[in-house]
């Protein structure tokens, strides 16, 4: 997807391990969001930055952290993964008005066994 | 009560149908609305902003009411390239974030 770029695509993860999603946006964007998505249920925030060197919870954090490193890439942590956070997630930038849209990066797919 | 309610349907409908999605939000005090689409295994992606007066882009046409807080989203002459999920996307005020409805999932059959 144009503008934000994410990996891996895909991740299996053993109960209790650790990983790190990668996400990084090239439209100079302020805001950006790590989003989870479970079947039956909409868009879920887990974290969003407003701007570079800060960040915030959103509706579900528990379980992760997240790092905005620089302007363009804000990753997401999971230090311990339980099979709860099965899921797909997805990273975003925009909406730093309210009526501007955000834009969606096309996911990562994790399984944790 | 869920922020975004949709109907998650399936909606079936023949090619050319005219199809319509409601979509209600809880808090009065939301002031931007979207409407997405999600193909299989995609990510979303914006099909269409909803203001007040209502707008149209092709042949889809977004409402909002705000008095009965919903909004809708109409597909005239539906194509097969229809088939999706549409997702009703409210902005709180006072926030970045935005909360999202399930969805709803359109099958166009030929």
């Known amino acids: 997807n144009a503008g934000v770029t994410q990996t891996p695509k895909f991740q299996v993860l053993k109960t209790g391990q650790s990983m790190t999603l990668q996400c990084a946006q090239d439209m100079n964007h302020n805001s950006m969001y790590w989003y989870r998505q479970d079947p039956g249920m909409g868009l879920r925030l887990i974290y969003y930055?407003?701007?570079?060197?800060?960040?915030d919870k959103g509706e579900v954090p528990n379980g992760y952290n997240v790092s905005r490193l620089n302007k363009r890439e804000f990753s997401l942590r999971l230090e311990s993964a339980a099979p709860s956070q099965t899921s797909v997630y997805f990273c975003a930038y925009g909406g730093v008005n309210s009526n501007q849209p955000q834009h969606f990066g096309d996911g990562t797919r994790l399984s944790i066994l | 009560r869920k922020e975004v309610e949709q109907d998650p349907g399936p909606f079936n409908v023949p090619e050319g149908a005219t199809v319509a999605f409601n979509c209600t939000y809880s808090?009065?005090?939301?002031?931007?609305f979207f409407w997405y689409r999600q193909d299989c295994r995609k990510e979303p992606k914006l099909l269409m902003s909803v203001y007040s007066s209502g707008n149209e882009d092709g042949r889809f046409t977004a409402q909002l009411n705000r008095a009965s807080q919903y909004i809708s989203l109409l597909i005239r002459d539906s194509k097969l390239s229809d088939s999706a999920t549409y997702l009703c996307?409210?902005?709180?005020?006072?926030?970045?974030?935005?909360?999202f409805g399930a969805g709803t999932r359109l099958t166009v059959k030929p």
């Open positions: 808090n009065s005090a939301s002031q931007s």
């Open positions: 930055s407003a701007s570079e060197g800060t960040t």
């Open positions: 996307v409210v902005n709180p005020p006072d926030r970045l974030d935005m909360r």
